[in-house]
């Protein structure tokens, strides 16, 4: 067991020392984000005379400045690296860009240093290290947070640290403050120093400073926001987990997580492609949740959808692990989990229907107290089985996590039926959509320490700004008040504090009752129908027993009549026989009868002197003989005939029961067939066929068992637990606006550190029943539930996971009972900007094996290992493999039509996906012209741009606009494999489309639109990118199943055609060649 922990720990340990090479950006130069260089002998933000001085500030904020000291190119650092390392060519278009600093210090307005507030980069003390000593010595890597410490008293040196008397403004804590103004000269010296100390000054020439200037509030302006500005998100979360699981077991998902591939056991798995029985079993209705999110009851989840939310809901929900589901292009992910939201919130209203009162729900043990600055908080905890449904999504992509956090809410995305009528505190999550129509506050994005606040402000006090949709025109402003910006919240007085003091203090006489009461009979009504559906699904699972059964007892039955048959032929010869012995017994017995009646007398004896009597005796024993033999005879056939006797009786008794056996099948069977053939009749179209099983189109675009009544009744549950719950914070709300003070507090950070974890979860815990998904960037995870420990967290879900790194995730498992993983392998691979080889010179020094290499795996890589359901498919993996299981598959594709659709199913799913766009249901796409490759074949070429193809691409654009009507704001994607192709693309088109809507592939992940334009680029002479581009489907996988009407693919064919995956490509599209003149007079076969 302890070599176990320490292999786990060793596999963070070594992921947390990658982290180490992974810095954050620091802001570009920018006098409009005002962010300045610092010159020696020119003024400070904080200098009279500095162009920020003239910025007006509204009453009451300040600035704070923070200090970018040492700024270097992080191309730099792979440069350095590379030369440690050496080449490998697995990063062909290298993705270190952007700028960092070895250090960060934040000043306040009068110059003076927040001592607490220095942060020092990991990244290029690393890199320093790699130079010398070297990674040839061991522990070159340790030590970084002892010379980080040794190097924040150096910068205290700056000036002698003092503290502001009690009572002056100097924010909670008082932060020490340096004695004296910090100028250039300081911190160019300090930089200085510090570079030359840690071996970078060559290698990243960091020589020069910037300053940031934030606005503030006066009375936060000497306060350090303890926020790293410069190295990894994760790598102090890392460094935790592999301290904890050094001497302590992981929850069950972790564990599973961090098993090596070794530890699975293959022939467990079920392939749900190759056994449709099992998804078809999987679905049944004693198996799907009884509530289900509100959307149009015409269109319920797929079979492979629902076959997840499923096995979610019954395998993982009652206990805790990891649940993997593979989610290609288009096929539903977020309904999918929006269906697992809506199981997990019934679940517990079921639970609080079975109080009598709501305060019941609280434990019965002092409340936790604590002073948080000058108030004090209470949290009364929630007894133990109403908790554990706290879910958090979270992802590497911020703009998958934002589309979760504003989808769900928003009221459009409700079906009609529901649509006018759900209410779940919707004016306060229309709020938190910013003014966008909201139904419920089912979901809010958290994450950043702005994203918190605004949840705070507008959730909790009721605020809005100014700029939301829908907001009141602002008052005019006298010119004589004005000072700069006005304060931009406006409180609407009606936050969820509001309604919670208005409850508080009005008897709620009833909602308690009548609550319990509607949300009972909707769940009566729900389990009455899946009852009536789980009779029917009994029968039809049922038919083939019942056929066998049916054919073995008919078998019988002409078994037993063959063995009657052949018994009877028996008994006439057994009669016969035993009639002749009879006759024979009688002749004997006559023959005996005539010799005893011819006995000598006594004076024949007499004279023959004994001769006559001793041979009458001699005849006597032979007749007698006679005799006795044939009665032996007859007592044989008797016993033959009555063994032919009960044999025929036992052969008749055994054909009745076969009978009996055959008929009571035969009825069993029609009333199964009666009970199917019904069901069908009433749920036409939801109740399957035999077809299912052998048709993959048709069984996979079903939903068994979902039909509009049942669909309909399980929303109505969903909205009674909502009203359930939102009873319980009306009847519960002084104990409960308590607990969300201090919930509010640790959704902000505030909550002291001396405060222990079980108080902190426990604010946490009233904060999940009101608003049950919270969505976060894993890069915040950490500062979100910092304060959390192990399985504190009721369920983490995973999005995206396809794209995050292994380690990213670690953090969040460990604080979770339960993770559900959606991603896809197949699409783009996480981005690691360390070289390989320096992950794998990490790896040797870590002892750990290289499955666990960030450069070689994803989260969703490792997740879909330990899912007993999924489905192998082909691919060309990061390790060599050829294949890849994955999770349970969703596999209808609702977004693009052909040829998009078909080359995507085509080079990355081995034909996994089916088709769920009806081309007759969709309106003809206003643009006419087919989806094509523009054949560009240009001489010119800058790198991998290629000049002419943005001539081609104007026109390509130009023609979208002016023939067809196309917004090419809202409805066009311009991407390319290559970041020099797609700032070529952006410069070439910067006034047709807007900057956001140009991009690599990688920016693209996530995203859709009616048209994407693919732009390859590279030098026709520099087939090496070419190659990194085609080595892998993933990259043209996501770049064509962005494209729901039309892709247009820009490029050199022929340098291209020929390239793994883009003959698929090549092959599914005509060709057009272009000239400057226009493009499409020649016309070439796919």
């Not at 005893?596 to 024993?621: M, N």
């Amino acid at each position: 067991m302890g070599g176990e922990r320490r292999r786990r720990s060793g596999v963070v340990g070594y992921w947390r020392a990658v982290e180490l090479f992974s810095p954050q950006k620091v802001p570009a130069l920018s006098v409009r984000d005002r962010v300045y260089p610092v010159e020696a002998g020119r003024p400070m933000p904080w200098d009279a005379g500095h162009p920020v001085r003239a910025v007006p500030l509204e009453g009451g904020y300040g600035w704070q400045h923070v200090v970018y000291g040492g700024v270097f190119a992080l191309g730099s650092v792979r440069d350095t690296l590379l030369d440690v390392f050496g080449e490998s060519g697995e990063d062909h278009d290298g993705r270190m860009d952007g700028e960092s600093a070895l250090f960060a210090l934040t000043v306040t307005d009068r110059g003076r240093l927040l001592l607490d507030s220095a942060v020092f980069s990991s990244c290029a003390w690393a890199t320093g290290r790699a130079v010398a000593p070297g990674p040839g010595t061991p522990g070159w890597l340790d030590g970084f947070q002892e010379d980080a410490d040794a190097w924040g008293r150096r910068a205290g040196a700056l000036g002698d640290p003092v503290r502001y008397p009690a009572g002056a403004v100097g924010g909670e804590g008082d932060s020490p403050l340096g004695p004296g103004v910090v100028s250039a000269g300081h911190l160019l010296e300090f930089t200085g120093e510090l570079a030359r100390t840690w071996g970078v000054s060559v290698a990243l020439d960091p020589a020069t400073v910037r300053v940031r200037s934030v606005p503030v509030r006066l009375d936060q302006a000497d306060a350090a926001d303890q926020q790293d500005f410069l190295n990894s998100f994760i790598a102090a979360d890392l460094e935790r987990v592999a301290a904890v699981l050094a001497r302590e077991e992981p929850g069950a998902g972790l564990a599973a997580y961090l098993t090596p591939d070794s530890g699975f056991d293959r022939a467990n798995r079920v392939d749900l492609r190759l056994r449709p029985e099992a998804a078809l079993a999987g679905v049944a209705p004693e198996r799907t949740p009884a509530g289900r999110w509100p959307a149009d009851a015409r269109h319920p989840l797929a079979l492979s959808q629902q076959f997840a939310v499923n096995a979610v809901h019954c395998e993982l929900a009652p206990t805790a692990g990891i649940f993997a589901v593979n989610g290609p292009p288009g096929t539903g992910k977020t309904t999918m989990l929006r269906d697992c939201f809506a199981a997990a919130v019934v679940e517990r209203a079921r639970r609080l229907a079975a109080l009598r009162l709501p305060s019941e729900a609280f434990e019965r043990q002092s409340p936790y107290v604590w002073k948080s600055g000058d108030h004090t908080r209470t949290v009364t905890p929630l007894r133990a089985e109403f908790t554990g449904f706290e879910m958090v999504v979270a992802s590497a992509n911020n703009g998958a996590v934002e589309n979760i956090s504003t989808e769900i809410p928003a009221r459009a995305a409700l079906g009609a039926r529901w649509r006018e009528d759900a209410d779940y505190f919707a004016e306060q999550a229309t709020r938190l959509l910013k003014g966008e129509p909201a139904w419920g506050a089912v979901a809010a994005r958290l994450g950043s320490k702005r994203n918190r606040l605004e949840f705070v402000n507008r959730f909790w006090h009721g605020k809005y700004r100014r700029t939301d949709a829908g907001a009141p025109a602002p008052a005019p402003v006298p010119q004589q008040g004005r000072r700069g910006l006005r304060d931009p919240w406006i409180d609407s007085g009606n936050g969820l504090a509001h309604l919670l003091r208005q409850w508080r203090d009005t008897p709620q006489t009833g909602v308690w009752t009548e609550a319990r009461k509607r949300f009972g009979d909707a769940l009566a009504e729900v389990e009455r129908l899946r009852g009536e559906r789980a009779d029917a699904a009994a029968a039809y699972e049922g038919l083939p027993a019942a056929y066998e059964a049916l054919r073995h007892t008919r078998e019988a039955v002409d078994r037993d009549t063959a063995a009657l048959d052949r018994a009877r032929e028996e008994l006439p010869p057994a009669e016969d026989a035993l009639a002749g012995v009879r006759r024979s017994l009688e002749r004997a017995e006559e023959a005996h009868r005539e010799h005893l009646a011819r006995r000598p007398g006594f004076s024949v004896s007499l004279f023959t002197l004994g001769r006559a009597a001793r041979a009458w005796h001699a005849e006597e024993s032979v007749a007698a003989g006679a005799v006795s033999a044939a009665r032996r005879e007859q007592d044989a056939e008797r016993a033959r005939l009555d063994g032919v006797r009960a044999r025929v009786a036992a052969a008749s008794a055994r054909l009745d029961g076969a009978r009996g056996a055959a008929e009571a099948a035969r009825d069993r069977a029609a009333r199964m067939e009666e009970a199917v053939g019904a069901a069908r009749a009433r749920w036409e179209g939801f109740v399957p066929e035999g077809a299912w099983l052998t048709d993959d189109p048709l069984r996979e675009r079903s939903a068994p068992w979902s039909d509009p009544e049942i669909t309909r009744a399980r929303t109505e549950l969903f909205l009674a637990a909502l009203d359930l719950h939102r009873a319980f914070l009306r009847c519960t709300a002084r104990t409960m606006y308590a607990n969300l003070m201090a919930g509010m507090d640790a959704v902000v950070g505030t909550v002291p550190g001396t405060v222990p974890e079980a108080h902190v979860r426990a604010a946490w815990q009233s904060l999940f029943l009101v608003v049950p998904v919270v969505s976060t960037t894993f890069a915040s995870l950490d500062r979100v539930f910092g304060r959390l420990g192990a399985q504190a967290l009721g369920w983490l879900f995973v999005d995206e996971a396809g794209q995050a790194t292994p380690q990213m995730a670690v953090g969040g498992m460990w604080r979770a009972r339960r993770t559900v993983v959606v991603g896809d392998p197949l699409q783009l691979e996480p981005v690691v900007v360390l070289p390989w080889t320096a992950q794998r010179a990490l790896r040797e020094e870590s002892g750990v094996a290289e499955e666990w290499a960030p450069g070689r795996t994803s989260v969703q890589r490792l997740a879909d290992r330990a899912n007993r359901y999924g489905t192998l498919l082909p691919a060309e993996l990061p390790d060599g493999g050829h294949e890849v299981w994955v999770g349970a598959p969703l596999r209808v594709h609702r977004r693009c039509d052909d040829p998009m659709f078909s080359v995507s199913n085509a080079v990355a799913y081995d034909g996994l996906m089916v088709q769920g766009v009806d081309p007759g249901a969709r309106e003809p796409y206003a643009y006419r012209p087919a989806s094509s490759w523009v054949d560009v074949v240009g001489a010119e070429a800058d790198g991998h741009w290629i000049p002419e193809e943005g001539r081609a691409l104007r026109r390509v654009l130009e023609r979208l606009r002016d023939e067809g009507g196309v917004d090419l704001a809202r409805d066009v994607f311009v991407i390319s494999p290559f970041r020099q192709v797609a700032a070529g693309a952006r410069r070439a088109c910067r006034d047709l489309v807007p900057h956001g809507r140009v991009g690599t592939v990688h920016t693209a992940q996530g995203k859709e639109a009616d048209v994407v334009v693919l732009v390859l680029g590279t030098d026709p002479r520099r087939p090496g990118a070419r190659a990194w581009a085609a080595s892998r489907p993933n990259l043209l996988n996501v770049a064509v199943s962005r494209a729901k009407r039309r892709l247009f693919v820009i490029g050199n064919r022929d340098a291209w055609r020929d390239q793994r995956f883009f003959t698929t490509l090549a092959e599914s599209l005509p060709s057009h060649s272009w000239s400057p003149s226009g493009h499409g007079e020649r016309n070439s076969s796919g």
